[in-house]
């Protein structure tokens, strides 16, 4: 089965530096864009950062200048840099990819379970 893995999450102290990890694995034939997104305490679940297929990059307008996206597509993982760390960054954050199953005809949307991010001030 298709499946996302998060993983780097953690404590950290504001203005400190934290990478997180996203590995997806399965029969896949295609993975297109991935993502990042976070959820805090009591508030909905919001976009952080996207990485096309090809690629290009898009931050939301809190994060720009202190996240960085890269990728190793060798070994299918999304990366997502995160300096400079403020308590409002405090949130679980998840991975999404948009990934075409061997044998399907079209991608399908995936998630993977989250990881914990906490930046203590």
């Known amino acids: 089965q298709v499946q996302l893995v998060e993983s780097g999450g953690g404590l950290v102290q504001a203005g400190g530096s934290m990478r997180l990890s996203c590995v997806a694995s399965g029969n896949m034939r295609r993975i297109g864009a991935m993502s990042w997104h976070r959820q805090a305490p009591g508030k909905e679940r919001e976009w952080v950062a996207t990485m096309a297929t090809y690629g290009n990059t898009n931050y939301t307008d809190s994060v720009k200048g202190r996240f960085t996206l890269s990728r190793d597509s060798a070994k299918n993982t999304l990366f997502l840099q995160m300096n400079s760390l403020e308590p409002e960054d405090t949130a679980v954050y998840y991975c999404?990819?948009?990934?075409?199953?061997?044998?399907?005809?079209?991608?399908?949307?995936?998630w993977g379970r989250g990881t914990q991010v906490t930046v203590s001030s």
């Open positions: 999404y990819a948009d990934i075409q199953p061997r044998g399907s005809f079209i991608a399908y949307p995936y």
